[in-house]
């Protein structure tokens, strides 16, 4: 993606004690491991979003802005704001994502 800068990035909102609550379940203890990042918690009475923090106290995620609830993936605007951000990840109309998490969760903590 070439940026530290996601325009679009996913959570759940689960519905509990009468309040709607906003949590992202995608960061899993060994992908958290690998990025040296403490898995969230969540505790049903509070939004569970995105690591704030690293596991050493370093700033480390924050969203910059709310696109709202959606009942289905926006997939139109979420390619066409891919297209304009990350023109990288396509060759004219293909996508050509390359690279894995892993690799560049190896790069971090070589401190590359």
């Not at 596991?55 to 066409?80: C, K, N, Q």
């Amino acid at each position: 993606m070439q940026t530290d800068i996601f325009h679009y990035h996913g959570y759940t909102e689960v519905y509990l004690h009468q309040q709607w609550f906003k949590a992202t379940p995608a960061f899993n203890r060994s992908l958290c491991d690998r990025f040296g990042i403490q898995p969230l918690e969540f505790d049903g009475h509070q939004d569970s979003i995105f690591h704030p923090f690293d596991a050493e106290g370093r700033r480390h995620m924050e969203y910059i802005r709310d696109h709202g609830a959606r009942s289905d993936v926006p997939f139109a605007e979420l390619m066409g704001a891919y297209r304009k951000f990350y023109p990288n990840m396509f060759s004219n109309e293909d996508v050509v994502i390359q690279g894995s998490f892993d690799h560049e969760a190896e790069q971090i903590n070589a401190g590359q």
